[in-house]
């Protein structure tokens, strides 16, 4: 488990706590996603969000893209 400094006297919530076997499993999937090549380029998306609020607003990019 790794530590997390808390501030004193302050109370530890829900949030405090990695689940490391959590954090390995969504790292494992990443890793799956990216060589499977089920990524969105940082171009594609920010096209997509630059297009927001334009008459020519364009559909969510999608993988590969």
Same mark, same amino acid.
């Given at each position: 488990? @790794?530590?997390?400094?808390?501030? #004193?006297?302050? +109370?530890?919530?829900?949030?405090?706590?990695?689940?490391? =076997? #959590? +954090?390995?499993? *969504?790292? /494992?999937? =990443? /890793?799956? *996603?990216? *060589? +499977?090549?089920?990524?969105? &380029?940082?171009? =594609?998306? %920010? %096209? $997509?969000?630059? &297009? $927001?609020?334009?008459?020519?607003?364009?559909?969510?990019?999608? @993988?590969? +893209?």
């Amino acid at each position: 488990m @790794c530590y997390i400094p808390v501030m #004193a006297n302050v +109370e530890p919530t829900l949030f405090d706590e990695i689940d490391d =076997a #959590a +954090e390995q499993r *969504a790292l /494992e999937e =990443a /890793e799956r *996603a990216i *060589a +499977e090549g089920r990524t969105i &380029s940082h171009a =594609a998306v %920010r %096209r $997509w969000l630059l &297009s $927001w609020g334009t008459p020519d607003e364009l559909p969510p990019p999608k @993988c590969g +893209e």
